[in-house]
Every structure is written in C-alpha cells, then in structure tokens.
C-alpha cells in the first residue's frame, strides 16, 4: 500500500498498489468522482436533469469499469490525500473486495441514473443530491481508514435520508424520513464504538491495515463486542430482521430511481461492511455470531418474503424483498463463517461466493424491478396493485423485462439469481454435513436448508401475483386502462437490467471463477485449499466426477433450446379464434379476477399463526330495504416485530418519559434539592 | 470428453427421452384405470390419454381475448423446463443421462420454472377460476417446498453430494444398509410432497372441472388446442419425473452401474416397474382418500416438512 507522507499535497493523490499495466485505473477513479461531481452541478444549468442524469450514468460507468477490472485480478488501488486538521490522513484502497460490491454499485448505479434522463426531476436540490450519493457510495466502498468511512458512510446516509424527503414532503414521508434517520444514526453509532474500540487497541491508528494487524492481540471479549457492534451496525443499513423497520417505510416513498440505488447498491453498503471488518480487518468470528448471522439470515429471509406477499403496494413490497435477499446474502455468509471456522475452507469458499454472487444478481435485478415499477408508477400513478392489470398491452417491454427480473428474483434456472442460490443451498449442504463442526450449528444447517426453500418458494408465489396482477388479464381501473410504455432512455436501461440477469445466469461459471481469486483472498487461503477438487461448483459446461454441479451455460442452452422448439411447435397452426374467456356464462368483467389481496389469500390463512391477519367486512345497506349501499373490506396483517415489540416498547419508553418529567417540576428549589441530595449521597458513598 | 463418452451420454440421452415421452401418457393411463376400478368402474383404455393429446393437438384453439403472449408462449416453458429436467434424472443407469450437467437442486429449480410460467399464464385470461387455481397452487408448493427440499438434502448429504447420479450410485453400493430410519422418514416426506406435486388426493383431484375444486385444472381452464396439449403433457411428463426422482434419490436398486447393453435393459425395465409401482400408489390414495379441505393442508404439508427435518435431524445430529 503507498501511503503518502500527509504534508505533500492537500488534495487526494491517487496512486495504483503496483504500477505495471494498471496507469488508467486512478484515472478511471477520479474521472468517476469528477463526473459524479459535475453532475451535482449540472443539476442547477440549463436543461438540467439530461445532462446531470448523463453524466452521473458516465460516472456510474467508470466505477462498474473499475470494479470489473479489480474482479478480474487487477492490481489494487490506493492512494491517500491531505491530513484533516492534523488528524487523520483521508485514504483509500480498493480491491477485489471492493471491486465486487463496485460492480453491483455500478451496475445498479448506471441503469438508474440512465432511466431519468428523460424524466423530470422533483427539484435541483434532489437532482443534485442524487450523484453526490453515488459518489458517496463510491467513496464508502473504498475507505481505508475510520475517519474516511464515517464521512463517506455518513455522507451516504444523510444524502439518501434527504432524495427520500424531498424538498416537499407529506407527513407520512417526513415520519418514514425520521424513522430512516433514526435508525441510520444508530447504526453508525454502533459502528462508531466498534471502530472506537479497534482504535484503542491499535495504538490509537485509524488505520484499517493498523487494526488487521493488531485484531489477533485484541482480548477476546473486546474482539467480540467489536464484532457484534459492527455487524448490528451493518446490519441495520443492510436492513436484516430485527433492524429493518426503516426499510419498508422509506422505499415506497422515494422516487423510484432513488429506490432502485438505495436498495441494488447502499444497502449491499452494509454487507460490505460486514465481510470487510468482519472477515478481513478483524477476523476470527466466534460459532456463536456465525450461528446467529446464519439465524437472522434464515428469519430475514423467510419473514421478508412472507411479508412481501402480503403487499399490495408495489414498492413496498419489492422492498420487503430487499429484506428478503439480503437474508439469502446473510445465510450465505454466516455458513461461511462456519464452515471457516472448521477447517472446511473449501466449502466456506463455495458459500462466501455464494454471498458476494447474490449481492451482485440483487444489486441487478432489484435495480430492474423498482425501475420498471417506476415505469408503471409513471404510466397510470398508482402503486396499489390492485388498481392495475392488463399493463403487458400497453407496455411490452416493461412487462417482459419485469417479468425477466421477477424470475431472476424467484431463483429460475437460467438466470442469475439461481445460480448464487443454488450456491448458497451447496454452502448449507456442507455445513449441515461434516463441515459445520459441532451437532448444533449443523441442525441449524439443516433448518436454514428448509428455510430457504421455503423463501425461494415464497418467492414464486409473490412474483407471479405482483407480474400477473399488474401486467396480465383486464385493468382494473381506467388509469391501467389508458397506461402507455415509458421513456426510451428507461426503457434502455431496463432491457440492459434483463439482459445482465440472462447474461449473469448463463455466465454463472465464468463469474464464480472470476470472484474466486477475491474469496480466497477474503478467507485468507491458500489456493489450493479453496479450490479443493470434488467441491460444489457453478461451471460453464458439464463436469465429470460425482461433485454436485451446476453447468449453468449447458443448462440454459438446453433449456432455451428445448423451449424454442416447443414454441415453434406450438405455434405452427392456423389462427387462433378469439373468444371471451369463461365467465359461467356471463360477461368477463375486470372485477371477476383475482386481485392481490385476494391472490395472497392462501398464503395468508395458511401462514396465519405468524401474520396474525385481521380482516374486517362492513356492509351497509340503502336505509329501509334490503338493497346494498356499499361493501367496505379491509385486510391487514400483524407485523410482529413493530407492532408486538417495538410499538409497546414505545409507549413504554412514553410512559417512563412521563414519568421523569415529573421530577423535572421546573421549581428552582426542587433542582436545589437535588443536588444537595446527590451531593450527600455521593459525600456518603466516598466516605 | 472423448467421443465414445460422447456417444454414450447421446444415446443414453436420447432414450431415456424418448422413454419417457412415450411411456408418460401411458403411466397417467394406468393411474385412472385403477382408480376407476377402485369406484367399481370399467374406466377409458389404456391408450386414452394418448387420444386425447392427439385430438387437443388437431383442434382449433381458442384465445382469450384478454390475454397476450405469456398465455401463448407458457405452455413452452413448463413442457420445455419438463423435458431438461428428464435428462437430468438417473432412471434406468445411475448415472444422469447428462452426467455433470445439473444436480437435484436444479430438478428443483426446473420444476419452479414450470410452475412461475404456468401460475402466471393462468392470471393472463382474466378468469376468477385461472387466479384461484395459480394462487392456491404457489401457495400449496410453497408448503410443499420445504419438506421438498430437506428430504432431498437428506439423501445428498449422506452422500457427500448433490449429484443425483453420483446419490444413486451410492445407494446401490449401500444395499440394504441405506435403509436406515432417517432415510426411510425423508423418504416418507418425499412420498408426501410428490402427492402435492402432482395434484393428488387428498391435495387436488386431477379429474375434477368442479370449478370450485380446482387447483391444477383452474389453471388450464382456459387453455385450448396445443396449448392444452402440451401442458397436459408436461402434467403426465412431470409425474414420470417425479417418480423416477423418487426412485434414484431413494430406492436406486436396479439400476444399471455400468454402461453395458444387459444392465441398461434390465435398469429399464426396473425404472419402468417402479414408475407404475409409485402411480398405483397415488390411485390407491385416489380411491380411498377423499379431497383434504384446503384449509388443512397445512397440516399435511407441515408433516412432511417435520418428518424431512427429523430425518435430516438424526442424520447430522447422530451421523
């Protein structure tokens, strides 16, 4: 690592690790920040939103070009700038590490900057603040010291708290903004004491090298409470149960290229947070946290999804998803954490691919999905799935790409999200076997196998409601009715989202074999061990050997192929007849198809120990007669956490509050009184 | 590879899908004549369904007019990921007919795909009974899913992999000895989700058009001509699968170990048996079960989730 002595230069000098064959790489990092930078002021020229949308998309770009290139084994990039206040050097350092969640970032980042540059944005202060966040970002994934992360990582969270408000909000919006802040300062707080913690026991360096050579001496409980520290502060900005009240409340809110970013890139923020302190600065997790990282992605991912399924609002439920997948992320790590712990590097490898694969599959195809829910909300604004339907007429392409990232999301083979999960099931698999060490974390193994396989099935049954519901059969309302396809720059970036899923599931070898290097470097192994023959795999073509496989390129051409000639098959006949579908003899109307709320019926009384669902049915009849005036129906679940914990905790914290003040009489007397008190009480205890 | 490996995976690829294809219908022809003996009728020949496909093939299908592409093209993608998944199962030799290609995870997979493609077709006519067949039937695989999958896991982490071929393999070299009790519970969870699987009593009646009643069916209300046809077929096809599934995750026996023209034929024949073994089993539960209220099929569904976890329980916690 080049550290440059901090009186050289007060800006930040950037400067690659080795300088063979790598000279573009901090010219690709400064053009990113720059063009992020004149986007920002773009914001307030002329013709505003094209121009700062373009070139926070070009600044997107150079970061997925640089996080491409540093995945591929490209040497890592550092370099450090002026000292603050005689404090602490400002530096940065990528790597492969980084170079994983950059893609992700840059990915999501490009496609949702590219969807606006034909849309209007609500004000200058928000199209401005949008590329400063993704600088933000940027920034946050490369920091190397503490002082540097916590300006990035708070310059992050105060920028995404404000393009969630916006210059105008409502008071629900300013509830969910101070729920997000809230939770947000929280986390840092946490992470704060973590990195307080490091500090003291590194000799006061802020440097994240400093701590990764100084974590084997730390004693072994402070070592542990810096680890549960950091990973409940990761934790609460990725937004795993039980710190994820935020989530579903900001993102219905934000707009929805907002959303799209802070749920593909910032909240992967957290997981990288996670792997890089945890793992690579730190190291040396105990069972314990394993487990319960492993537990909390297991309940994340299963009350997630089953939440998701309860929704009708299309954001909101896309963003209980997010909940979803960054449990699929968490269980993937923490069987990691395990299976290194027991000597089955091997497997941990397989299983901490598996983590980093699905953060990149869900940075593309959650972008997707709130990008063409933004699409949708554009075209008819309406969020409630209920008022849509027959959408696939209007917007074709909307409706095929949705439909691509709703199967990513569900775990379909060919596409990408199957093949990080069947990863993620090959991780489980080892530790419930002999890899997880001890009887009780492998049961905890074989009960997160169930897990899984529930919340991919889960899964399915969301995304055919949310795709079927909105796009498929008769609208709903005259507002679906009259809904036309979106801008031609969204529609590019959408169909570019689909693409990757296909592309990213066909490919699935190549990327595991390109994340490898990383892992290993993560885990600490020699390469040999992790890349043991006879351990699962994602390849490209067929492999020989017994060792469970998955050729994901030979599956998917068979599948395509198989599909293709039964289309053409089907297809060639003479003309459909076209007829009115059956309705019992009556005519077809929109209100005779299954709504939402109506199509996660079953789910709903099947899984109603856990959703607790009331229903409510007032029916109010024309005064004298038997004739209906109106039918009102009303249908909501309990959720657990909120509205069993957390809301009683609240009005408790009230009560004690109330309590207090009455101490608090506000006579100058009484506060004389206390402290002469406190005074003898203290004189008393020192005697 | 070298060609003779080549030409071996080809053929045995190639018969095991023509075996199947041709010997699906037929399976689903012998499930219906027991049942129809059991409720002391003669019931249709052995060749009906095979008339039936052929009839639906040569008809003029009818297109709702509210539904667009997905109806259209879905039938493909449940036949198409039907047929992958044939090739991806071991049946008559213990190896996969593609081997190395795709694991029991990926049958998984493929059988999700079938189903996300069929439950979304069914919301495209806008008809009250294609939403309620798709909702129930994601709704009941999500309760089946589990038990699916730790039962699966179970016989894959004996065998220190999920290679399906590689798991049959095996359980041929154990005998007997693989029938230990944890293995007989995944194997009794299995048994239960395949009913779920393939819409038997006591989930769903495969011979219903009561429209209340209908889980699979509802969702090929609207499906006519070769549409009807091929998804028909990938019902028959898929039941085929399921019960070879069955058989090489948990009785492999019979199955040919070597690539010779004698143990291919008699692993054949074997398969053949076994695959009418399982689809008298499920006209029996036909008979003598009636339809479970839909309401209770938590209950069912979360037993064989609780019987796979038992299995999978004893085996990691006394290995």
Known sequence: MTVLPSEVDPLVIVTPDTASG????????????????????????????????????????????????????????SGSGGDVLGFSPIAFRYDGLSGVFLVAFGASAAAASFSIVDEPA????????????????????????????LIAWESMALLSAFLVVGLRPTRAVVSAGNLYLAMTHVATAAI???????????????????????????????????????????????????????????????????????????????IYGMVRLMIDVVGGTPDWLALLILGIGAVSAVMGVLYAVMQHDIKRLLAYHS????????????SSLLLASHGSTALAAVALTAALFHSINHAVFKTLLFLCAGAVIRATGLHDLNHLGGLGRKMPVTMVAFGIGAAAISGLPPLNGFASEWLTFQGLFGAAGAGGGFPFARFAAALAIGALALTTALAVACFVKATGVAFLGLPRSKKAAEAHETSVPALAAISLLAAACLGLGLAAGFVTTSLAATVRTVLSADPTAASAAGSAAVTSGPRDGGAATYAALAVGLLLLVAIAVI?????????????????????????????????????????RRVLVPEREVRVEYQPGTAFLASIHYRSEITLLLEDRVLKPAHRLSLRGADFVRKLQGGAIQLYVAYIVVAVIALMLWAR | MNINDALTTIFLAGLQLIAFVAFAPFLTATIRRTKARLQSRRGPGLL??????????????????????????????????????????????????????????????????????????????????????SSRDVAISALAEPGLVMALAGVAIAAGTSDLGAIS????????????????????????????ETGHHPVDNPDTHLELTMIHEGMLIEASGRSLATLVF???????????????????????????????AFGLIVGLGKMLVVGQALALLDGSLAKARIMSLPDLLGLASLLALSGLGIQVLLP
């Open chain 2, 169 to 196: 393999a095996f359980g041929i070299g154990h005998g007997v000895g693989l029938l230990k009790p944890a293995h007989l519970l995944e194997m009794a969870a299995f048994a239960l989700v395949v009913i779920a």
């Open chain 1, 192 to 270: 704060l004491i973590g990195f307080g913690l490091l500090a003291a026991g590194s000799g006061g360096s802020l440097d994240f090298a400093a701590w990764h050579v100084a974590a084997p001496s730390l004693d072994p409980l402070t070592r542990n409470l810096v680890l549960v520290l950091v990973f409940v502060g990761f934790a609460t900005k990725a937004g795993a149960m039980p710190f994820h009240s935020w989530l579903p409340r900001a993102h219905p809110v934000a707009p929805s290229h907002v959303s799209a970013v802070m749920s593909g890139a910032m909240i992967k923020c957290g």
């Open chain 1, 22 to 77: 790598a000279g573009f790489l901090p010219g690709l990092w400064v053009a990113a920040v720059a063009l992020f930078l004149l986007a920002a002021v773009a914001a307030f020229g002329p013709n505003r939103n094209r121009i700062s949308a373009l070139l926070s998309t070009a600044g997107s770009l150079c970061a997925l070009a640089l996080g491409v290139y540093l995945l591929a084994g490209g040497a890592a990039l």
């Open chain 2, 234 to 264: 990938a019902s028959e096809l898929k039941l085929a699968v399921l019960a070879a599934l069955f058989s090489a995750a948990f009785l492999p026996f019979g199955a040919a170990t070597e690539i010779a023209p004698l143990p291919i």
């Open chain 1, 567 to 607: 289309s053409i098959a089907t297809m060639a006949r003479v003309q459909a007849r076209r007829v009115d579908t059956w309705a019992c003899g009556i005519e077809p109307k929109p209100a005779f198809q299954y709504t939402a709320t109506a199509y996660a019926k079953p789910i709903r009384l099947f899984f």
């Open chain 1, 323 to 334: 909940i979803e997948n960054i449990g699929i992320i968490l269980i993937g790590l923490g």
């Open chain 1, 122 to 149: 609500r004000s200058r202060p928000e199209a401005s603040a949008f590329p400063l966040f993704l600088a933000s970002i940027l920034l946050v994934l490369g920091a190397s010291t503490a002082f540097s992360f």
């Open chain 2, 48 to 133: 009906q369904p095979y008339r039936d496909l052929a009839k639906w093939w040569g008809k003029l299908p009818l297109e709702s007019s509210a539904s667009g592409p997905v109806a259209r093209y879905a039938p493909a993608f449940v036949l198409g990921s039907i047929v992958a998944a044939v090739l991806l199962v071991p049946w008559a030799t213990a190896r996969t007919p593609l081997p190395g290609w795709g694991d029991l995870l990926v049958l998984v997979g493929l059988f999700a795909l079938a189903r996300f493609a069929l439950a979304l077709a069914a919301l495209d006519t806008g008809s009250a009974f294609g939403g309620m067949g």
